[in-house]
């Protein structure tokens, strides 16, 4: 699988977007784009997947650049529930069915 | 109810005891995965499981055991605990291999072993 690279931490006010970087400079034709969020104690939770195109969904919306080596995750109007780490994982939707999770980014939404 | 469960949710042991952590989930997902997560840590994968009776390693599977006899049942074992097997443990699921690997997560069962 190819690798990702995130910044460890952000910072976002409330009721602002926020938008998380991802860099997954060696992501081979056939790997999505998957985007997870863990927050505190709790389970990951799936946000969204893109292979090419952006995709948007009730939670977020995924933009992928042309060349498909980052992408960004964009929270349009943050909560203070949203405050978690976010997992950035680039996998195949085929028979490679394992995700590999990194460290993530932990968001911090400040009121 | 629906969706995918963890039992015990909290779990102390001590060294050398066997334990058994369960999941369990309602919508007939073929694959299910145990993965674990260590403090400052993300995730990582210890064994998975594509259909009933079929189940194969992780990153970290040494000291651990899984059986799937039942698809909706997936069981973790640790035959003889160690420290090093304090953890949080995640059971997630999903429904099939192909499209997209969106994953259901349980919410964890967090095991001491002292």
């Known amino acids: 699988d190819a690798k990702t690279t995130q910044p460890p931490s952000m910072d976002c006010a409330e009721g602002r977007a926020a938008n998380l970087p991802c860099n997954h400079s060696?992501?081979?034709?056939?790997?999505?784009v998957y985007w997870y969020r863990q927050i505190h104690s709790q389970g990951p939770q799936y946000i969204i997947h893109?292979?090419?195109n952006n995709e948007t969904n009730e939670m977020a919306s995924l933009i992928i650049t042309e060349d498909r080596k980052s992408s960004t995750l964009i929270l349009p109007h943050a909560t203070l529930r949203d405050t978690a780490v976010y997992y950035c994982?680039?996998?195949?939707?085929?028979?490679?069915?394992?995700?590999?999770f990194g460290k993530g980014t932990l968001l911090t939404v400040n009121p | 109810d629906a969706g995918i469960t963890q039992s015990p949710r909290y779990k102390i042991t001590e060294t050398g005891r066997q334990v058994t952590l369960m999941c369990h989930q309602t919508?007939?997902?073929?694959?299910m995965f145990w993965y674990r997560q260590d403090l400052g840590h993300g995730l990582r994968l210890i064994y998975y499981?594509?259909?009933?009776?079929?189940?194969d390693k992780g990153e970290v599977p040494d000291g651990y055991v899984v059986s799937r006899s039942k698809t909706e049942n997936f069981p973790l074992t640790l035959e003889s605990a160690t420290r090093s097997q304090t953890s949080v443990y995640f059971c997630?699921?999903?429904?099939?291999?192909?499209?997209?690997?969106?994953?259901?997560f349980g919410p964890g069962t967090r095991l001491t072993v002292l």
């Open positions: 893109g292979l090419k």
């Open positions: 060696t992501i081979s034709g056939n790997e999505y």
């Open positions: 994982i680039v996998g195949s939707g085929g028979s490679n069915y394992k995700l590999t």
């Open positions: 919508w007939s997902h073929s694959y």
């Open positions: 499981s594509a259909a009933a009776d079929i189940t």
């Open positions: 997630a699921s999903r429904a099939g291999p192909v499209g997209h690997n969106e994953q259901f």
